[in-house]
């Protein structure tokens, strides 16, 4: 039996954790066929993809923060302020997003995060479905990953 010894460290490295990055995309990448088609595609690489909704004076009402990588576009953030929420703003901005991963990014499916407390009834009613829930994420609140197929 070998025996050997491991010196652990905890600090944050930049420098470190690029290295695992690529060595671990790189483990990935020899080991699935799909990613290793990918492999230095655009298709790759995430690409942002941001919806802004400006009330009358310029100020922001809402906003959706994602990405599309492969053929899903993920929904990051997804905000409405509380003077416009009720009125479809949020609805328009997530079917733009929707529309725009479509038309121009070839997505066939979507996925989001989301606690409890926040908006899970609101993407089921637009057609997104409960894939995964985790209790007490946060200790006392459930977050939920919903997707949809697209299109």
Known sequence: MVCRMFRL????????RDLLHRRLRDTNTA?????R???????????????WALDANGALAGGLVGHTWTTWLHVTYL??????????LGTALLSEAERLAVA???????????W????????????????????????????????????
């Open 116 to 151: 409890d407390f926040q908006a899970p009834d609101f993407y089921k009613k637009r057609g997104y479905e409960v894939v995964c829930v985790i209790p007490d994420y946060p200790p006392g609140v459930t977050e939920y990953t919903l997707t949809k197929r697209l299109g």
């Open 9 to 16: 460290e905890t600090e944050v490295d930049k420098a470190r």
């Open 31 to 35: 080991s699935s066929p799909v990613l």
């Open 104 to 114: 121009d990014r070839a997505c066939t499916h979507a996925r989001v995060e989301t």
């Open 37 to 51: 088609a990918l492999r230095g595609t655009p298709a790759e690489r995430e690409s942002p993809l941001h919806v």
């Open 79 to 88: 905000w409405v302020d509380t003077a416009h929420r009720g009125t479809g």
